[in-house]
Structures are given as C-alpha cells and as structure tokens.
C-alpha cells in the first residue's frame, strides 16, 4: 500500500511517500526557519502562510523523489492535531480535499503518536518489539509514554511546565545563539564544562514527571549576575552545564519509568531527542540497567511525514478513517 503523508503542525512543510507503513521511498522537510528567525520564534499567521505556499511544491517532490503518481496513491495520511491550529490545517484540508477528489481514504494523525512509533522507520533490526518505554522531547512535548502496540500508548508522566526543547529554545534566545536553539545550544556545549554550575534537576520526588521552569529561571538568574557584573559570558560553560542538567532530568526519569512498567526496552523520540549528550546519556544508562536503548536516526526525531504515514497505515489498519467534517486540534489526547 503507498501512502503520501503530510504534516505541517508547527514550522515545517513536510511530505513523505510510505510504503506498507515503515518503507520510506520518500521525506522531503521545506523549514520556515529563515522566515521566523528575525522574531525570535514561530509566528504562527506567517507560519501558515508559509505552509500555503510550500505544500504543494513539498508534494510534488515527495511524489518525484519516490518515483510515485499522486494516482498511485492508496491512502493519504495528515498530522490532526496538536500544534498550531492554523498550520494544522493547510496539510490537514489539502488532504481531505485530495482524498475527496481521488476518491481514496484518509487518517488524521496525532502527532505525538508520530514521535512514539518513528523508531519503526529505522531498518528492520533497529526496530523494538512492542512494549517498550517511550520518551518524547520535542518543542511543545516532554512526556514518558508505555507504548503497547503500534496503536496503544499510555502517558506515564509529562512535563509540569516547560518541555523541553522550550526550555533549549529560550536560553537559546538568552544567550542570543540564534534559532532553532536546540542545536545551537549543543554545538557551544561542546566546547564547554558540564560542571561549570550547578544547575537544578529536579528528579527529587519519585514521580516521573518533568519541570523544567526551574532550571530555566537559574540560567536567566546566572546570566543576569554576569551581565550586571559586566563580564563577558562563559556561553560554552553555560550551555554545557544547562545540556548536561536536561540530559541527567530525561535519562534517570525514563530510566524510572522503564523499571516501574518491568519494560525492557526504551525509545526517543522528538527533535530533543537528536541531543548527542543526551542520546548518549540514555544509551550508556540504559546499558548499566541492562535494558535495551533503541533512538531513532536525526531525521527521524525531528518532525517528519514519514512517521505520520507509519502511524496512518496502523490507524488505517484498525478501520480508522476521516470525513470532510473532522477538525483539527490543539491539544494531544494523549497527552
Ligand atoms: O520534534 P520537533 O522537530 O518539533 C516539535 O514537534 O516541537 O522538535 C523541535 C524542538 C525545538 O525546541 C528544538 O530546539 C529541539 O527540538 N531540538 C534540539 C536539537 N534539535 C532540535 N534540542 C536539543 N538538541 C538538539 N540537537
């Protein structure tokens, strides 16, 4: 079965063509990145338009660079929800109306459900067999989830302010490191000590739920006595010792979640989820524990189509299916 997936919930136009769920012929990412950057963040009216613009032409690629006519296609996938409604609804509409027209089925995706299943992307090898503890960190998302099967996932914990790569975002924007901050942040942290500050983690109370505010307001409380003493910055420090408290927060509460769930097996996902200090923390973490650690490729954490068709061909599976009528949503169910 071919599936064109789409998916345009935040800043990237994206299209993929999937075969049977997990055989990507396909995944073209048009970002918006330069169009955002002067503002410091994703302004959602401009973002919109921007997907207006991009879909088609994203399309067009996907169906090129797989070698695939739209009249080949027998399912079409779109990301429903959450993210930002406006956005949600150039990729969502296009596709019920290309559906409509081809007289073909579609599915609306959560895209949370996206980053929980974007490991089954990988080659058949790298794939976990199911159940297994999911992490998803991504801009908006900080969550642990019990992934039962392809089509069942239970939230175990999630963040109880901040996600994190909003909190990666806004030192980012702090530290004037430019946008998407993720990356920016750990390519300082690189240079830097992870042990420069002692930065909050909170982990103390057992639970597997995550903040993030707290480390946040001690990098602004850290940067703000340096500006007021009127020093220049130790950004590499900063960022290290920021990028190794996040790291140290996700992996020993993923660590937590697995054990309570007797889950032998753990996944990332989310474009957090592309971090090296913390794809290496949960790897070497995971193996002191003896449980399995599966993360998914760079490409494959950050948002993507392709795992809207995997997650679209699952759902199709189950007799899952949209009319003209259905909405997009902000929020997640599942969250
Ligand atoms: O999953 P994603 O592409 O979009 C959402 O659904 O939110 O995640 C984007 C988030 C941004 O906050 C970005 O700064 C962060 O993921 N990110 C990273 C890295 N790459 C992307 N954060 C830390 N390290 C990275 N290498």
Request: glycine residues 8%; proline residues 4%.
């Amino acid at each position: 079965m071919l599936i064109l997936a789409l998916e345009s919930s935040c800043d990237d136009t994206a299209a993929a063509v999937v075969q049977d769920g997990c055989q990507v012929l396909s995944n073209v990412i048009s970002s918006q990145f330069a169009v955002h950057a002067k503002y410091g963040g994703v302004v959602p009216e401009l973002a919109s338009r921007c997907h207006i613009e991009a879909i088609w032409p994203v399309v067009q690629e996907a169906l090129n660079t797989a070698g695939v006519q739209l009249e080949e296609i027998d399912l079409i996938a779109a990301t429903q929800g959450p993210g930002l409604v406006g956005c949600l609804l150039v990729a969502f509409t296009f596709a019920k109306s290309l559906a409509l027209v081809r007289q073909i089925p579609c599915v609306g995706v959560d895209h949370l459900a996206g980053h929980l299943l974007a490991i089954h992307l990988e080659a058949e090898e790298q794939r976990p067999e199911f159940p297994y503890t999911a992490l998803v960190v991504s801009g908006g998302t900080s969550s642990l989830f019990a992934v039962n099967s392809p089509t069942e996932y239970r939230l175990l914990g999630r963040t109880r302010d901040d996600a994190a790569g909003e909190a990666f975002d806004k030192v980012a924007k702090l530290l004037e490191l430019g946008c998407p901050g993720g990356p920016a942040v750990s390519k300082q942290a690189e240079q830097g000590r992870v042990d420069a500050f002692a930065f909050p983690r909170a982990l103390a109370d057992g639970s597997v739920d995550f903040s993030f505010s707290g480390l946040k307001t001690a990098v602004l409380n850290q940067v703000s006595r340096f500006r007021q003493q009127n020093v220049p910055l130790p950004i590499a420090d900063i960022c290290a010792s920021f990028e190794q408290a996040v790291a140290d927060a996700l992996t020993e509460k993923t660590i937590r979640a697995a054990k309570q769930c007797g889950h032998q097996r753990v996944v990332l996902g989310g474009g957090v989820a592309a971090n090296r200090r913390l794809r290496q923390q949960v790897a070497r973490r995971c193996a002191e524990e003896g449980l399995l650690c599966f993360l998914p490729s760079p490409i494959f954490c950050t948002d993507n189509a392709a795992m809207i068709g995997l997650v679209g061909w699952h759902q199709f599976a189950t007799g899952k299916q949209v009319g003209l009528d259905a909405d997009a949503f902000s929020r997640s169910p599942l969250n």
